[in-house]
């Protein structure tokens, strides 16, 4: 069991925030701006997760971003895609990020202050989506590095918006916008910018004033059957991914 100051100031990508009635505000960042996601926040975000399901005292969950978007671009820094044991610290924290995010087990809101292009996934476990008119989806990176998409966005992109459109969005690269992600079930609520916290704290205060275990079992309820999904598909889709990472690394040898 872990309370807030034992883990609030142990991340330097994520700045942590709690109001007195238990909503735990979480802020992804680089230097106080938009995050640059690497290696390093890749590590790091699997215990920031488990550490926020550890809490008892968080009674809601707001994840967010800072700068103009909530996490758009990535670096090859501190990722091994190319050795054996290198990618085999990417396949475990790959699957175990995904289910500390479902072993939150109190209501979560993703407030999406701009672009996710990358890790949507992340997204796709919260309980309510909400989103700025600047707010687009598109799985960007994957395919850019010329690997398969398989660390979860694979699994969770189907479950939301249906197998054909998934397909399409992640072979083509595809860009929603919010209104679209709206229209396709994939976001809640589209709000101006300016407004976009004061109305995921409105949320979450509502959801904190239920009692604590009605909204922690809640969440559980709603989330069986992601944790079903991630739990039989997560490894597999991480393994192909590992398996075409390892392709790229032979070719790039071969032209050196």
Request: no cysteine.
């Amino acid at each position: 069991m872990l309370h807030f100051e034992d883990y609030r100031h142990s991340f330097p990508n994520a700045r942590l925030t709690r109001s007195a009635s238990g909503v735990l505000e979480v802020t992804l960042h680089t230097d106080g701006d938009t995050l640059q996601f690497n290696g390093h926040t890749h590590e790091q975000f699997v215990d920031l997760f488990h550490d926020i399901g550890a809490d008892p005292d968080n009674r809601v969950v707001i994840l967010t971003g800072a700068g103009d978007a909530f996490m758009a671009t990535i670096s090859a820094e501190g990722f091994d895609f190319f050795t054996p044991r290198g990618y085999d610290k990417i396949f475990r924290e790959g699957k175990k990020v995904l289910m500390n995010i479902l072993d939150i087990e109190v209501p979560m809101i993703a407030a999406l202050n701009g672009p996710v292009r990358l890790h949507s996934e992340y997204v796709l476990l919260a309980d309510i989506v909400l989103a700025t008119p600047a707010t687009v989806f598109q799985d960007k990176p994957h395919f850019d590095f010329g690997i398969v998409p398989g660390d979860g966005v694979n699994l969770l992109w189907p479950e939301v918006i249906g197998s054909i459109r998934a397909r399409y969005f992640l072979l083509t690269r595809q860009e929603l916008d919010a209104k679209t992600a709206k229209d396709w079930g994939v976001v809640n609520e589209v709000v101006p910018s300016g407004d976009l916290l004061a109305r995921a704290h409105e949320i979450a205060e509502s959801l904190a004033a239920l009692p604590p275990l009605t909204g922690r079992y809640t969440r559980i309820a709603l989330t069986q059957k992601l944790r079903r999904i991630v739990d039989d598909g997560a490894g597999y889709g991480l393994a192909l991914e590992g398996i075409s990472a390892a392709d790229v690394a032979l070719a790039m040898a071969r032209q050196n």
